[in-house]
C-alpha cells in the first residue's frame, strides 16, 4: 500500500533544501520496499520547521520538520511512514497550535491541496464563488464585496466594493483587472505564499471581478524575485484555459476572461499603483499624477480595477458563502482576516491569518513565541519598510485600521519585523530613511531630495552635531515630505522616523521624545 507523502515546493522550503530531499527519500523508501507518493504542495506557513514533510496517516496528516538529509536514516528507523515517533515529530499538522488557532479563510486550503490539481481545487471549496457570481448581475457581485467590508489588502485599505462600483459605472470600450503582486516590503510574503499554494484562488478572484465590472482582461504584475510563484502561476493559467474556467464562454455561459502573467521590472516603487502600471505599460516604473485615478484612466488609459493578492484572492470565499460570513470576522471598520507575517528576531516565523482584532502582543507571543535570541523585545515595525516602530506600550492595541491611524502607524500588507533590546534605533531610522533615497523613482522633489537630506540630517544627530537643531530640522524635512510627496514612499517614508524619534529618543542621544503634530 502506498504512503503519501506531502512535500512542500514553495520558496522557503527550496531554500531550505527540500529539493535534496524529494529523490534521498524515493531511495530510501526503495530500499525498504515501501511505494511512496509524493504531493507537492504549499507551506502551511510554519517556516521555522521547513522543509516541513506531512506523512498521511489512517489519523491524519502527521507532520515532521525541519527535515535535513541527516535526518532520513532516524526517520526511516523510526517508522515515520507509518507516523512514528521522532524528535522532529510535530503530531498531527491541524493539531500543531500555530495552527489551530488561526481563522483561515483566504489561506483555508494552502498547504493542504495540490496547487495545481484542479480537482483538489474544487473538492475544497474552489470555483463555487465564480459560479455563483455567473448567476449574478455586475451590481449584485459589487454590491456582496461592498457589504462584506472587504479592504484593500495591500496598504492603502481602500474599501474595495467602492473601488470595483467605480469601474462599474465607468463608460469605456475596454477595462481591465490588474493585480499588484509586487510584495516588496520588508517582512512580507504572504502574497508568494498564496500564490505558489493555492494559485486558482487568485485566478478566481480576477475572474470573478471582471464579472464585477464588465471587465474581460487581466495581469498579474508579480516580483521578478518569485520565479517560483511565476512558474506556478503560469501553469495555473494554462490549466485553467484547458478547463474553460478562462477564454471565450466560461463554463458555457456568454461570459469571457482573458488573463496573462506578467514579470515585474525589480523596483520597490512598481508596487506602487501607478509605476506599476507605467511598468505594466513597457514603460519606466514612475509615479503618475492622480487624478485622473486608474479606477477611470488606469492601464492604457482605460477604466482598471487594481487590487493586490490577498485581496483579490479572498474574494472567491465572500461570492461563496456571502457577504455576512466573511464580516462577522474582524471588527469595526476592518472586517475579515488579514495573513500577519512574523519576521526579525522571532523564534517561529511565519505566516499567521487571523480576524482583525488581535493584538500585536498576542501575535508576537502566542504565536511568534518571543524573540528569538531569548532577549527582551524592544520594538515592532509594522507595516513594511515605511511603516512605524510601535514600543511595547502599543502592542496590546488591537490591529485595527482606525486603530492604528490613532497612533501614526498603519498595518499595511501585514508585515511585522521584530527587533530585541540590542537594536540601535536611531541606525534603524537612518536606515528607514535610505531605503527610500534608494528606492525613490524621483520625480518629485520632497521625494528625490528630502530622502537624501533625511539620511544626511539623522548621520548628524547621530554623531551630535547640533543634534537639537539638527532635529528640528529633520522633523520639519519629514512634515515636508508627508504634505508634498506624490506617492506614499515618500508621504510615509517619515513615519519610521518621526516613531523613532517618539519613543526612542535616547537612541539618537536626545534629551526628550518631544511630540510632533507631524506624527499624527
Known sequence: MSVTLYIPL?????AAGVEDLIPAIQAKADQQQQAITMVRNGTRGMLWLEPLIEVQTAQGRVAYGPVQLSDLDSLFEANWLQGGD???????????????????????????TDPLSLEDYEANGGWAGLKQALTMSPQHIVQTVTDSGLRGR??????TGIKWNTV?????????????????????????????????????????????????????????????????????????????????????????????????????????????????????GE????????????????????NNVISLGSVPIILAKGADYYA?????????????????????GGLV??????????????????????????????????????????????????????????????????FDDTVD????????????????????????????????TIAKIRRQDNPEQNEQLLRDLCDTMIAGSLCALGGMAPYPVLSALEHFAEDFGLPTAAKTATSN
Request: with cysteine.
Open 328 to 348: 462577522n470576522f474582524g471588527m469595526g471598520r476592518s472586517r475579515g482576516t488579514l495573513a500577519f507575517q512574523l519576521t526579525g528576531n522571532i523564534k517561529y
Open 154 to 159: 495591500g496598504g492603502a485599505a481602500f474599501p
Open 86 to 112: 521522532h524528535p522532529l515529530r510535530q503530531g498531527l499538522t491541524e493539531d500543531i497550535p500555530y495552527l489551530k488557532n488561526q481563522e483561515r479563510l483566504t489561506f483555508a486550503r494552502v498547504g493542504i
Open 287 to 306: 509615479i503618475r499624477f492622480k487624478p485622473p485615478l486608474p479606477a477611470l484612466q488606469g492601464f492604457m488609459g482605460k477604466p482598471t480595477v487594481m
Open 10 to 14: 514553495d520558496t522557503a522550503a527550496v
Open 168 to 284: 462599474l459605472n465607468a463608460q469605456a470600450d475596454q477595462k481591465y483587472i490588474v493585480c499588484n503582486a509586487d510584495e516588496g516590503d520588508s517582512g512580507t510574503f504572504s502574497d508568494r505564499i498564496l500564490m505558489e499554494g493555492d494559485p486558482y484562488s487568485l485566478i478566481e478572484g480576477m475572474i470573478i471581478a471582471g464579472l464585477a465590472v464588465n471587465a474581460t482582461r487581466g495581469y498579474i504584475y508579480v516580483r521578478s524575485e518569485y520565479p517560483i510563484a511565476i512558474d506556478i502561476l503560469e501553469q495555473a493559467v494554462a490549466k485553467a484555459y484547458a478547463a474553460n474556467y478562462l477564454g471565450a464562454g466560461i463554463l458555457g455561459t456568454d461570459k469571457s476572461f482573458d488573463l496573462e502573467v506578467r514579470k515585474g521590472a525589480g523596483a520597490y516603487i512598481c508596487g506602487e499603483e501607478t509605476s506599476l502600471l507605467e511598468s505594466l505599460e513597457g514603460k519606466r
Open 353 to 418: 491569518e487571523k480576524a482583525f482584532g488581535v493584538s500585536l502582543k498576542e501575535l508576537l507571543y502566542d504565536f511568534g513565541g518571543g524573540s528569538y535570541s531569548g532577549r527582551p523585545l524592544r520594538a515592532i515595525q509594522v507595516g513594511g519598510p515605511l511603516g512605524a516602530y510601535l514600543p511595547e506600550k502599543d502592542w496590546e492595541i488591537p490591529l485595527d485600521y482606525e486603530a492604528y491611524t490613532g497612533i501614526a502607524a498603519m498595518i499595511g500588507h501585514g508585515g511585522i519585523v521584530a
Open 425 to 456: 534605533m536611531a541606525h534603524m531610522a537612518q536606515y528607514a530613511m535610505e531605503f527610500c533615497a534608494i528606492e525613490s523613482c524621483g520625480k518629485c522633489t520632497p521625494c528625490r531630495i528630502g530622502s537624501t537630506r533625511g539620511v544626511e
